[in-house]
T-cell receptor, first 111, second 115 residues
Framework: AQRVTQPEKLLSVFKGAPVELKCNYSYSGSPELFWYVQYSRQRLQLLLRHISRESIKGFTADLNKGETSFHLKKPFAQEEDSAMYYCALSGRNTGFQKLVFGTGTRLLVSP | DAGVTQSPTHLIKTRGQQVTLRCSPKSGHDTVSWYQQALGQGPQFIFQYYEEEERQRGNFPDRFSGHQFPNYSSELNVNALLLGDSALYLC??????????????FGPGTRLTVL
């Protein structure tokens, strides 16, 4: 079965500190991995996907197939990064169009 | 473009009733997906509509049904409401192109409370 696990419900850091939001997945085959973000009072939006290999708002995520992980990292957190972050996967086994989400991690960046 | 829109914003129903939620996709999109997000959980896929047909379905009972109209808008219907159906219902639209994942754009959601 396809599953996404985000072990931390809440991650609290100070401004300027490094951030790592953990995501592990279970999938038979080659999934596509995503990070979605939801800022306060805004809708869920795509932050980045692993195939793009982009850095968005200073965030990066590397797919580690050996550890089945897709952790989201940022070297220096900003207050505006405070939001709910969801890791998600898709792929042939899910019919490509279905997203399987984790339970989310709330990132709180304090001044 | 207002993006994906959903109505109503909030809804309160009692057990056993039926509810209809509506979604208008982003301009240029032809595919609509519905997700249920219970409190403290991530969104769970209900089903997806493309070309007015249900293309894919998640692990939800037949009480959950949907429809897509020729203008690509969609409805989610839930019959015989249970307390456990209380959740935020998200609509997401995309443009189907090929067999790989097509980015889904989410609406603001409809908050359903079942008493």
């Amino acid at each position: 079965a396809q599953r996404v696990t985000q072990p931390e419900k809440l991650l609290s850091v100070f401004k300027g500190a490094p951030v790592e939001l953990k995501c592990n997945y279970s999938y038979s085959g080659s999934p596509e991995l995503f990070w979605y973000v939801q800022y306060s009072r805004q809708r869920l939006q795509l932050l980045l996907r692993h195939i793009s290999r982009e850095s968005i708002k200073g965030f990066t995520a590397d797919l580690n197939k050996g550890e089945t992980s897709f952790h989201l990292k940022k070297p220096f957190a900003q207050e505006e990064d405070s939001a709910m972050y969801y890791c998600a996967l898709s792929g042939r086994n899910t019919g490509f169009q279905k997203l399987v989400f984790g339970t989310g991690t709330r990132l709180l960046v304090s001044p | 473009d207002a993006g994906v829109t959903q109505s109503p914003t909030h809804l309160i129903k009692t057990r056993g009733q039926q509810v209809t939620l509506r979604c208008s996709p982003k301009s240029g999109h032809d595919t609509v997906s519905w997700y249920q997000q219970a409190l403290g959980q991530g969104p769970q896929f209900i089903f997806q509509y493309y070309e007015e047909e249900e293309r894919q379905r998640g692990n939800f009972p037949d009480r959950f049904s949907g429809h897509q109209f020729p203008n690509y808008s969609s409805e989610l219907n839930v019959n015989a409401l249970l307390l456990g159906d209380s959740a935020l219902y998200l609509c997401a639209s995309s443009h189907t192109s090929g067999r790989s994942y097509n980015e889904q754009f989410f609406g603001p959601g409809t908050r359903l409370t079942v008493l």
